[in-house]
Nanobody, 128 residues
Framework: QVRLVESGGGLVQAGDSLRLSCAASGRTFGTRAMGWFRQAPGKERTFVAAITLNKLNGRIGSYSYHESVQGRFTISRNNAGSTLYLQMNNLKPEDTAVYYC????????????????WGQGTQVTVSA
Protein backbone atom coordinates (compact mmCIF):
# COMPACT_ATOMS: atom_id res chain seq x y z
CA GLN A 1 0.00 0.00 0.00
CA VAL A 2 2.92 2.36 0.72
CA ARG A 3 6.17 2.50 -1.18
CA LEU A 4 9.26 3.99 0.48
CA VAL A 5 12.59 4.71 -1.23
CA GLU A 6 15.60 5.96 0.73
CA SER A 7 18.51 7.94 -0.68
CA GLY A 8 21.37 10.17 0.48
CA GLY A 9 23.71 7.70 2.14
CA GLY A 10 27.43 7.69 1.51
CA LEU A 11 30.96 7.50 2.87
CA VAL A 12 31.96 10.42 5.11
CA GLN A 13 34.45 11.26 7.83
CA ALA A 14 33.68 11.66 11.52
CA GLY A 15 32.19 15.08 12.20
CA ASP A 16 30.65 15.41 8.74
CA SER A 17 26.95 15.73 7.95
CA LEU A 18 24.52 13.87 5.70
CA ARG A 19 20.85 14.25 4.91
CA LEU A 20 18.87 11.12 4.15
CA SER A 21 15.65 11.29 2.17
CA CYS A 22 12.70 8.91 2.01
CA ALA A 23 10.26 9.34 -0.85
CA ALA A 24 6.77 8.01 -0.08
CA SER A 25 4.17 7.01 -2.62
CA GLY A 26 1.03 4.91 -2.83
CA ARG A 27 -1.76 5.03 -0.23
CA THR A 28 0.09 7.44 2.03
CA PHE A 29 -3.06 9.23 3.21
CA GLY A 30 -3.41 6.64 5.98
CA THR A 31 0.10 7.14 7.35
CA ARG A 32 0.18 8.20 11.01
CA ALA A 33 3.87 7.78 11.81
CA MET A 34 7.16 7.49 9.98
CA GLY A 35 10.54 6.58 11.33
CA TRP A 36 14.18 5.83 10.68
CA PHE A 37 15.89 2.64 11.81
CA ARG A 38 19.42 1.38 11.27
CA GLN A 39 21.16 -1.96 11.18
CA ALA A 40 24.88 -2.67 11.35
CA PRO A 41 26.39 -6.03 10.29
CA GLY A 42 25.71 -8.73 12.87
CA LYS A 43 23.39 -6.50 14.91
CA GLU A 44 19.65 -6.07 15.33
CA ARG A 45 17.74 -3.33 13.58
CA THR A 46 17.44 -0.46 16.05
CA PHE A 47 15.38 2.70 16.39
CA VAL A 48 16.81 6.07 15.36
CA ALA A 49 13.96 8.60 15.16
CA ALA A 50 10.24 8.85 14.40
CA ILE A 51 7.50 11.42 13.89
CA THR A 52 3.72 11.34 14.12
CA LEU A 53 1.38 13.18 11.77
CA ASN A 54 -1.94 14.76 12.62
CA LYS A 55 -4.29 12.91 10.31
CA LEU A 56 -6.73 15.82 10.28
CA ASN A 57 -4.39 18.68 9.36
CA GLY A 58 -1.23 16.88 8.23
CA ARG A 59 0.98 18.58 10.82
CA ILE A 60 3.66 16.77 12.79
CA GLY A 61 2.31 15.93 16.23
CA SER A 62 5.31 14.59 18.12
CA TYR A 63 8.91 13.42 17.82
CA SER A 64 11.00 10.65 19.29
CA TYR A 65 14.78 10.18 19.14
CA HIS A 66 17.10 7.51 20.38
CA GLU A 67 19.43 8.90 23.05
CA SER A 68 22.51 8.18 20.94
CA VAL A 69 21.39 10.58 18.18
CA GLN A 70 19.43 13.19 20.13
CA GLY A 71 20.92 16.63 19.58
CA ARG A 72 22.74 15.49 16.44
CA PHE A 73 19.97 14.15 14.19
CA THR A 74 16.74 15.88 13.14
CA ILE A 75 13.74 14.17 11.58
CA SER A 76 11.44 16.22 9.35
CA ARG A 77 9.28 16.12 6.25
CA ASN A 78 8.63 18.35 3.27
CA ASN A 79 5.58 20.59 3.09
CA ALA A 80 3.64 18.19 0.88
CA GLY A 81 4.35 15.29 3.21
CA SER A 82 5.71 13.15 0.38
CA THR A 83 9.31 13.04 1.61
CA LEU A 84 10.78 12.23 5.02
CA TYR A 85 14.24 13.51 5.95
CA LEU A 86 16.90 12.67 8.48
CA GLN A 87 19.48 15.42 8.92
CA MET A 88 22.54 13.84 10.51
CA ASN A 89 25.18 16.16 11.97
CA ASN A 90 28.45 15.42 13.76
CA LEU A 91 28.47 11.86 12.50
CA LYS A 92 30.41 9.24 14.45
CA PRO A 93 31.87 5.89 13.36
CA GLU A 94 29.26 4.14 15.49
CA ASP A 95 26.57 5.66 13.23
CA THR A 96 27.76 3.37 10.42
CA ALA A 97 24.83 1.20 9.32
CA VAL A 98 22.20 0.65 6.68
CA TYR A 99 19.45 3.19 7.36
CA TYR A 100 15.84 2.23 6.69
CA CYS A 101 12.74 4.37 6.35
CA UNK A 102 9.49 2.96 7.75
CA UNK A 103 5.82 3.93 7.98
CA UNK A 104 2.68 2.76 9.77
CA UNK A 105 -0.97 3.65 10.23
CA UNK A 106 -0.98 3.11 14.03
CA UNK A 107 1.05 5.95 15.53
CA UNK A 108 4.40 6.70 17.12
CA UNK A 109 6.51 3.64 17.91
CA UNK A 110 10.15 2.76 18.53
CA UNK A 111 9.62 -0.90 17.64
CA UNK A 112 10.37 -2.20 14.13
CA UNK A 113 7.50 -4.71 14.32
CA UNK A 114 5.01 -1.84 14.51
CA UNK A 115 5.98 -0.65 11.03
CA UNK A 116 4.59 -2.71 8.13
CA UNK A 117 6.08 -0.54 5.37
CA TRP A 118 9.82 -0.34 4.75
CA GLY A 119 12.25 1.01 2.21
CA GLN A 120 15.21 -0.87 0.80
CA GLY A 121 17.79 0.96 2.92
CA THR A 122 20.71 3.27 2.22
CA GLN A 123 24.28 2.72 3.44
CA VAL A 124 25.93 5.26 5.72
CA THR A 125 29.61 4.73 6.47
CA VAL A 126 31.53 7.04 8.82
CA SER A 127 35.31 6.75 9.00
CA ALA A 128 37.32 7.91 12.00
Amino acid sequence: QVRLVESGGGLVQAGDSLRLSCAASGRTFGTRAMGWFRQAPGKERTFVAAITLNKLNGRIGSYSYHESVQGRFTISRNNAGSTLYLQMNNLKPEDTAVYYCAANDRGLSRTPDDYPYWGQGTQVTVSA
